[in-house]
């Protein structure tokens, strides 16, 4: 191994860090929901705010993003977006307003969906190699994350913090993570990777497509991606207030219940980067999606705790690999064209995240809690079938 193959191991291990600590705030509104609704006085049924506000402030961010993703560096992008959301976390302790809550929520969504893109398109450039199984280690970080978030949660409001000083508290991780990558990535700047430009040229030469990017099987990933991150967020939004409210848990076991299917998760991903150097990654997706939608109807459906934790626990297990396997397909696809691949399938993660998660508080008020988990069902279900109409599980070169 080179020194440049050795300075973008490094920069890549920081990456992963920063991606895990990104990923603990993914699941504390879902986790802190109950205490967010009595806070501010709201229904129940209006707890989807919070995620639909996230959301789309991350529709945006995505949209944002595609300004400079094909024209700048994505490691010093990375950096950017990281210490904006990490100081828009500490200032949540200093506002005690809904509105202002909200806003601010908006805020962290643009920075975090700016910062998600960023460091996949990072990863994509400084790992051609393998691009899969980098991928897959790079959102597993994100699955271990999503797990630690219940668990840093709960962890600190049963000792008594104030819900506030979660996130403030999580910001200062956040700042501080963020000085140690600027450190490593300062060092190896003008060697890590290959500028955008670059990088672009040497994808064209070697096949990749510019320009225009949307076609059948692109609107096929597309689909796959707004239902299965309906489908994941309504596990974080809407679970723990489940359990606890339909199936009479007590909170610290109900948020556990989030962390079980995000412990599926992470192996769900690590078995996937293994994998992906034997079968192709279509193949992969829809298998996992097929099989983790029975596991998760199979645990709704009986209503009876046990069963359900281990139905979502299967669900995360078989198709969390997901979105990691959707955009190494749509980056092998296009890797000239990473910036505008990125806002087409993130487009969907958001959008996905913002409108099946309104959908289940709606459904919420008409048919319990119960009928927002079969909704959340029905969008695992729908990937599924989104991802059988992609083309037949082989690797595809451009």
């Not at 929901?33 to 959301?55: T, Y």
């Not at 400084?126 to 980098?134: D, P, W």
């Not at 989030?258 to 992470?266: C, H, N, R």
């Not at 192709?280 to 996992?288: Q, V, Y």
Request: one cysteine or more; aromatic letters at 12%; glycine letters at 10%.
């Amino acid at each position: 191994m080179d020194r440049t193959e050795r300075n973008n191991l490094k920069i890549t291990v920081m990456l992963y860090v920063l991606m895990f600590i990104y990923a603990v705030f993914t699941t504390m509104t879902g986790t802190q929901l109950l205490v967010l609704v009595r806070e501010f006085g709201l229904d129940l049924a209006q707890g989807g705010i919070f995620a639909v506000v996230v959301n789309t402030g991350c529709t945006l961010g995505i949209l944002l993003s595609a300004c400079f993703i094909d024209r700048f560096d994505s490691r010093h992008l990375v950096l950017m977006s990281y210490f904006l959301m990490g100081l828009l976390l500490i200032t949540i302790r200093f506002f005690i307003s809904y509105y202002s809550f909200l806003m601010l929520l908006l805020l962290i969504g643009i920075s975090m969906k700016f910062l998600d893109a960023s460091i996949n398109a990072a990863i994509s450039r400084l790992n051609t190699v393998n691009s899969g199984f980098y991928m897959n280690l790079l959102h597993c970080s994100f699955g271990i994350g999503a797990f630690a978030g219940p668990v840093f949660t709960t962890m600190l409001m049963e000792r008594g913090t104030a819900w506030r000083d979660t996130y403030f508290y999580l910001g200062i991780i956040c700042v501080l993570s963020g000085l140690f990558y600027y450190a490593v990535q300062r060092g190896y700047a003008p060697k890590a990777a290959a500028t955008a430009e670059e990088a672009c040229k040497k994808s064209s030469a070697g096949g990749g497509r510019r320009g225009h990017v949307m076609c059948a099987r692109v609107f096929c990933l597309m689909a796959i991606l707004l239902f299965y991150c309906g489908h994941q967020m309504g596990i974080n939004s809407w679970l723990p207030a489940y359990m606890q409210e339909s199936l009479h848990l007590a909170p610290a076991a109900a948020n556990l219940s989030v962390s079980a299917f995000w412990v599926g998760l992470i192996f769900s991903r690590l078995s996937s980067a293994v994998l992906t150097r034997y079968t192709g990654e279509e193949r992969i997706l829809k298998a996992g999606l097929l099989i983790g939608t029975a596991c998760l109807s199979a645990g709704i459906v009986s209503r009876v705790p046990a069963v359900t934790v281990a139905g979502v626990a299967g669900a995360g297990l078989f198709s969390g690999a997901c979105i990691p396997l959707v955009l190494t397909i749509g980056y092998r696809w296009y890797p000239a064209a990473l910036g505008k691949i990125s806002t087409a399938l993130f487009l969907c993660i958001a959008g996905g995240a913002v409108i099946f998660p309104w959908l289940m508080g709606i459904s919420s008020r008409s048919f319990d809690l119960f009928g927002a988990m079969l909704l959340d069902v029905i969008c695992l279900a729908a990937a599924a079938v989104a991802a059988l109409m992609l083309l037949p599980g082989r690797k595809i070169k451009e």
